[in-house]
């Protein structure tokens, strides 16, 4: 005989209408839940609002992001192709500029022939940015995850079809277990399920 441990995860709530589901996320907001969540079948205009999200983080790492790219193209190529190191003192990178000298039509080959750097700063400043828009996004929200604890509940497949559902997960600091299902019942939510994941 083989006993599996389980933990709870949350309440999973349903909700009959978008404006019901909408009215329960202002309620579930005001109350002071952090660790909640609603699922559709299709965006809702304004939810965002209603569950009080605040606005992404992402952009500021995006930015700091591109300008990593940014210094490490200007930084590269000002090694290998210019005397700017030997000019401020460091004689001993001179080598590298001297060893890869970009020449163009006998032009200069120092710090003020930027617009030559310019094609490998652009594409250095936009592959980075695309990489910390992946990875930071992944890390955000939790992903690679292989399996959601809410996907063993057979009522939450609906979610897909015409389905309306609030979440609020165990970890939130105000979670109890009465509290919060009598919460949901009193914002109007039908088959309150307690979702326990496998640990």
């Not at 990178?93 to 080959?109: D, I, N, R, W």
């Not at 936009?126 to 990489?131: D, E, K, N, R, Y």
Request: hydrophobic share 45%; with cysteine.
């Amino acid at each position: 005989m083989s006993t599996t441990l389980k933990r709870v995860h949350g309440f999973l709530a349903e909700f009959d209408s978008v404006q019901d589901l909408y009215h329960a996320a202002e309620h579930v907001r005001d109350a002071g839940y952090q660790r909640w969540d609603v699922h559709t079948p299709f965006p809702i205009h304004g939810m965002d609002h209603a569950m009080g999200v605040k606005r992404s983080k992402l952009p500021y790492f995006v930015f700091f992001g591109g300008m990593t790219g940014t210094c490490v193209a200007f930084t590269l190529q000002t090694l290998t192709q210019t005397t700017f190191w030997s000019d401020i003192g460091f004689g001993f990178l001179q080598t590298l500029a001297e060893t890869y000298p970009t020449v163009v039509q006998a032009k200069p080959t120092h710090i003020w022939t930027l617009p030559a750097f310019f094609p490998v700063m652009f594409e250095l400043t936009i592959l980075f940015s695309a990489f910390t828009v992946l990875f930071g996004l992944l890390s955000m929200i939790g992903l690679p995850r292989l399996n959601h604890p809410l996907f063993v509940s057979k009522r939450f497949a609906k979610f897909s079809d015409d389905g309306f559902f609030v979440c609020i997960e165990a970890r939130d600091p105000k979670f109890s277990q009465e509290g919060t299902k009598s919460f949901l019942e009193k914002l109007g939510g039908k088959n309150i399920e307690l979702v326990e994941d496998d640990i």
